[in-house]
């Protein structure tokens, strides 16, 4: 679950700038408590903004984040898109800091980016604030020479077998501008357990959604039938048409045919050399995945029926309208929520669907007690805006300062009693976060007319 995320120098973030998950003193929504250990964390973040204000940054940041430690190579943008309204900015230090806990555990995992060269890094036993951090790994280096240093805990160090890895990454692994959580998560003794958790967290307990993001909803649909019929029943209930889901198995040979044939060994041997059960053929064509059935190489690929007055007609995904599509994509999103405690991040949630059937939507999931997993959110959806389905330290607005910079700041800070009508409140400009409208009322358009 995650804690806090902090950020300085990338994007609209100037200064270091704090998104946080920790509830304040209402007592509203109690469902919307989640427990880790004597930690209270909430459940649900909705996060409004003018465009331009930083909201979705929020979330490319910390998607880059997780890339950088599941995949190992530097973002490109943690060099190029620092902070540019101060000068030099490229020369300044990127910072990204991560609180979360996972297995009952609370770590926090810090990033300090120069020019491309990570110059500290560190994964710590969160104090959560109440008793000093552990440190279990600190990574230090300068820009202007090589002077790459790693410590250890302890822990690690004095185990003879483990010992050996922290000199062997040192001197043999790491790249400067590679972070050494990458090289964590395969290490099985029990003294690395805490880097393994960090690296396991980001790699499968954070999830980030951005507008144009693919989802794994067939693959997932193929390996558990209680996703399956989780999903069909889902579909039903969004009162898309769409009556029933089927997965057709369509012969490997089949489907890539002989120009493509080759792919068969290919995906197979990926398969093998992984404890995966499936494959998404092509990022771009997510109806459709490779697996080894019965030891034959098949394809599974997903069907909707619609039921007519003349029966069922089936649709392929790819006829589907741009709101079914992206209903799709929040299956396992859903399912998700209910049974685990994974941490979602969705860009624009409410992009091409009805502002009703998403507001039941959050709506569902706010008043459900038995959730599970945290859902945060961008959004200019002001429907949503209702005391009744957040409280009022899980709305949270992003605005621009004198400086350029981005603002992150709770509604709680406004002490609104649970009466008020904070959509109406928000839409007059009473919290900030709105686009300034005046100069279009001065907007005279029509001299860029053609004119004979």
């Known amino acids: 679950m ?46 409004y903004g003018a465009n331009g204000a930083g909201k979705s940054k929020l979330i490319q940041a910390l998607e880059l984040l997780k890339n950088f430690v ?14 540019k309204f101060v000068e030099d900015s490229r020369l300044h230090n990127v910072y990204l800091g991560v609180e979360f806990i996972k297995n009952g555990n609370p770590l926090f995992y ?9 110059v500290e890094e560190e994964l710590l036993i969160s104090g959560l604030d109440k008793k000093e951090d552990k440190v279990i790994f600190r990574r230090t280096d300068k820009v202007e020479q090589g002077a790459l240093d790693i410590y250890f805990h302890d822990d690690i160090l004095s185990n003879a077998e483990a010992a050996l890895f922290p000199a062997f990454l040192k001197n043999e692994l790491l790249q400067r501008n590679q972070p050494v959580l990458f090289y964590m998560k395969n290490r099985q003794s029990p ?23 693919k989802s794994s909803t067939t693959g997932l649909l193929f390996s558990s039938k209680i996703i399956f019929d989780f999903a ?5 209930s969004f009162n898309t048409g769409i009556d029933n889901i089927t997965l057709e198995t369509i012969p490997a040979e089949e489907y890539f045919g002989q120009d493509d044939k080759h792919l068969i060994n290919v995906f197979s041997s990926q398969l093998k050399a992984t404890s995966r059960r499936w494959k998404i053929i092509d990022e771009n064509k997510i109806d459709s995945v490779f697996t080894i059935e019965n030891d034959k190489a098949v394809v599974k690929k997903v069907a909707f029926f619609h039921k007519e007055d003349k029966g069922k007609i089936k649709f392929e995904l790819s006829q589907e309208s741009d709101g079914t599509k992206r209903l799709f994509d929040y299956i396992p999103v859903l399912f998700s929520l209910l049974y685990f405690d994974t941490v979602f991040f969705i860009d624009e949630i409410e992009r091409s669907i009805h502002p009703l059937l998403i507001k039941e ?28 389905q957040f409280r009022p330290d899980e709305i949270w607005f992003a605005e621009k300062n004198k ?50």
């Open 361 to 388: 939507l959050i709506k569902k999931f706010s008043l459900d007690p038995k959730t599970k997993g945290q859902l945060i959110f961008s959004t200019h959806e002001s429907n949503l805006l209702d005391q009744d």
């Open 232 to 236: 069909v029943e889902i579909m039903r």
């Open 110 to 118: 810090g990033l300090t980016i120069n020019q491309g060269i990570i």
């Open 403 to 452: 400086q350029g910079a981005t603002d992150l700041f709770p509604l709680s800070d406004f002490k609104e009693h649970h009466t008020i009508d904070i959509r109406k409140g928000y839409l007059t400009g009473r919290y900030g976060a709105i686009p300034f409208l005046s100069n279009l009322k001065d907007l005279n358009w029509d001299k860029y007319a053609e004119t004979d």
């Open 191 to 213: 003294v690395f357990h805490f880097c393994r958790t960090a690296a396991e967290w980001f790699e499968q307990d954070l999830v980030t959604l951005l507008p144009d993001s």
């Open 70 to 83: 599941v995949k190992g190579a530097m973002p490109i943008e943690f060099i190029t898109e620092t902070f």
């Open 2 to 47: 995650l804690v806090r995320l902090l950020i300085k120098n990338l994007f609209s973030f100037g200064e270091l700038t704090e998104f946080n998950m920790l509830p304040g003193r209402s007592n509203r929504l109690s469902n919307h408590i989640l427990k880790a250990g004597n930690l209270e964390l909430l459940k649900l973040n909705a996060i």
